[in-house]
């Protein structure tokens, strides 16, 4: 049944065209990921962009749709020929009746003729050498996109019984042309040694061939290389709708840029790199990359409408590189773990368990990276929202099944899926966000989208049902291997605040009724004097005397804390530590629940050296590395 729809030349988004430079200038035709709230359109609508005073053609590919058919995200290609360089707002409208303009009819595989790609190395299983005509492929493909303004195809191909290649060929009505091109060693069953080194050249997009020398691809990863005729202009949907559609937590805006931190990474990147990231996951500390989202994805959202998002489609490149890339053979979706139940996406699970998964599934590098669970950061979910790239989809639905395939058997699935049953509550705050984002925005056609969804449904259930009910603990959650501790790391219980809020926002009524039910653990924490607020928010709180006993005194809790714990975290003036993610925790609840106590009680939160704020625009240092807890 059709939602009731929305008035005609309603705004439906708002978008922003960043500054070009003189090769883009002539780019007719830009791309994006758009977000729609429930009802709003339907894939029969007829849409059009007015950027300034012009009204530009714009189409609409939907990706994923609402119980009510309504799209909630989706790729849509507007005309930008013409427009001047500079930053531009936009606004996408909603016209009465369907588009009726035919789709654009080149033959792709002619647009790409004569293109060859190349790869010659140790490319696994005893192949050393594989060549490719994308025409042909392309040509041959089953599946394609068609709107009137551009034609996309999309082709798998085994370049050797390790090695796959996918190719992303799109061309746009101007005749601009885009190829991305992504290596894959993911085939987590292959029988073969997993080190791969060669060199890819590509002959036939440019008068010279284009080269890249891999000197080490290891196991589980891939990387991908973007081309194109010209840069397309750049775009995306404004930040303020994405975060109103619950895409992104509810972060304010601010109008001194919030500082980027990090060195720049290369184009392509290549497996080796590892940018601003932590390679060993399980460092702990003050993490730029740890969060409902990274840093870099928080200073977008509160600076996009003046700044491109280059840094975080760069980090989900980058994210490809990791080895948490489990995929199925043949290669195409990740292990299911309905469908492998005993299979453990770890080097301790091989020879193990009912299935004796054999060693080499693990033999070989990892690379400069060792992925840890409880320090998870959510990498492709903003690139995909951002660009509806389907390569970045593909590591979604990576990173949420690693979620799932890097816990312990028997942790995951008694009861059904779900990542509730973690030793660290962080691991279970960071792998229900991983299965919450893919739930809410991969295509209505990945294979896993409902056993994600299904993750995460049973994953809120247990958390409610392992809810403390006494004592000054009331309300939160235990872990299976404390029901009743006598120590906790409370920023831990904030962690899954932040996630639960953001679920809240999506319409879980299971995520409000369990941060809801948080609320007194965080009020009172909150509410310390300022000698004991170490102690109630630092790294760890005493909770009992010991295990099974649980105080029902505050004052007895900052005692023993006291006492057991003398040298808590302090409050540095950059922002960082345990306690801005208590003060983040509070004012994500004051925002779902209009809860006024949550909201009044962050506010002394801010204060971190006399009366400078973190939410002070003119204090860059209260943004820096810890942007993610800045929500306010």
Aim: glycine fraction near 8%; proline fraction near 9%.
């Amino acid at each position: 049944m059709r939602p009731a729809p929305t008035a005609s030349g309603e705004e439906v988004a708002c978008l922003t065209l960043y500054p070009g430079d003189r090769s883009a200038r002539g780019a007719g035709i830009t791309r994006l990921g758009i977000v729609f709230a429930p009802g709003m359109v339907v894939a029969t609508d007829s849409l059009i962009a007015k950027i300034g005073d012009d009204q530009r053609r714009a189409y609409l590919t939907p990706l994923a749709t609402y119980q009510d058919g309504s799209v909630k995200h989706g790729a849509l290609v507007v005309e930008t020929a013409g427009l001047p360089p500079r930053l531009l707002s936009g606004a996408l409208r909603r016209l009465e009746g369907t588009a009726e303009a035919p789709p654009l009819q080149i033959d792709l595989a002619d647009a790409f003729a004569g293109v060859r790609v190349e790869a010659t190395g140790t490319l696994g299983g005893g192949d050393h050498q594989a060549t490719l005509l994308l025409a042909e492929l392309i040509a041959n493909a089953e599946t394609q996109t068609v709107t009137p303004l551009s034609q996309d195809v999309r082709v798998r191909v085994a370049l050797s019984p390790l090695l796959s290649l996918v190719i992303d060929a799109r061309i746009f009505v101007d005749g601009r042309r885009e190829l991305r091109l992504t290596f894959e060693n993911q085939r987590t069953f292959s029988a073969y040694p997993r080190e791969l080194h060669y060199e890819v050249a590509i002959e036939g997009w440019t008068e010279e061939p284009v080269r890249q020398r891999v000197a080490l691809h290891p196991r589980n990863s891939a990387w991908t290389w973007a081309l194109e005729d010209a840069p397309r202009r750049a775009a995306a949907q404004c930040p303020t709708d994405l975060m109103a559609r619950a895409a992104f937590p509810a972060l304010a805006p601010h109008r001194n840029p919030p500082p980027i931190l990090g060195s720049e990474l290369p184009s392509p990147v290549l497996p080796g790199e590892t940018g601003s990231l932590q390679p060993s996951m399980g460092a702990g500390g003050a993490r730029p990359d740890i969060g409902p989202v990274t840093h870099w994805t928080a200073a977008w959202l509160r600076d996009g409408q003046r700044r491109a998002p280059e840094w975080v489609i760069g980090l989900a490149d980058l994210s490809l590189t990791i080895p948490w890339h489990f995929d199925d053979d043949p290669p195409g979706a990740p292990v299911n773990p309905q469908e492998n139940p005993t299979f453990w996406a770890d080097a301790r699970g091989s020879g193990q368990g009912e299935a004796k998964f054999p060693p080499i599934l693990f033999a070989g590098s990892s690379g400069p990276w060792d992925p840890d669970l409880a320090h998870k950061p959510s990498l492709a979910y903003p690139a995909y929202v951002l660009t509806a790239e389907p390569i970045y989809a593909d590591a979604l639905a990576d990173e949420a099944a690693y979620a799932l395939n890097g816990l312990w058997p028997e942790f995951r699935a008694p009861t059904g899926l779900s990542v509730a049953r973690s030793l660290q509550l962080r691991t279970t705050a960071w792998g229900l966000r991983s299965l919450a984002n893919a739930a809410f925005i991969l295509p209505d056609t990945d294979p896993l989208k409902p056993v994600f969804a299904q993750a995460r449904d049973t994953t809120l259930a247990e958390l409610k049902a392992r809810q403390v009910r006494r004592g000054i603990l009331s309300g939160i959650v235990s872990t299976p291997s404390a029901p009743e501790p006598s120590a906790i790391s409370p920023w831990q219980h904030d962690f899954l605040a932040l996630v639960l809020a953001l679920e809240t926002r999506r319409g879980s009524s299971l995520a409000r009724q369990l941060l809801t039910d948080m609320a007194p653990f965080l009020l009172a924490r909150a509410a310390a004097a300022p000698e004991t607020l170490p102690l109630r928010a630092g790294l760890r709180l005493a909770t009992g005397p010991r295990e099974g006993e649980i105080f029902t005194d505050w004052a007895e809790a900052d005692r023993e804390t006291a006492r057991r714990f003398p040298r808590q975290t302090v409050y540095p003036e950059n922002g960082g530590g345990q306690l801005s993610v208590l003060r983040a925790a509070l004012i994500a609840l004051g925002q779902v629940t209009d809860d006024e106590r949550a909201t009044q009680a962050a506010v002394p939160l801010g204060r971190v050296a006399g009366t400078r704020r973190l939410s002070d625009p003119d204090f860059p240092e209260g943004r820096a590395g810890m942007g993610q807890f800045t929500y306010d």
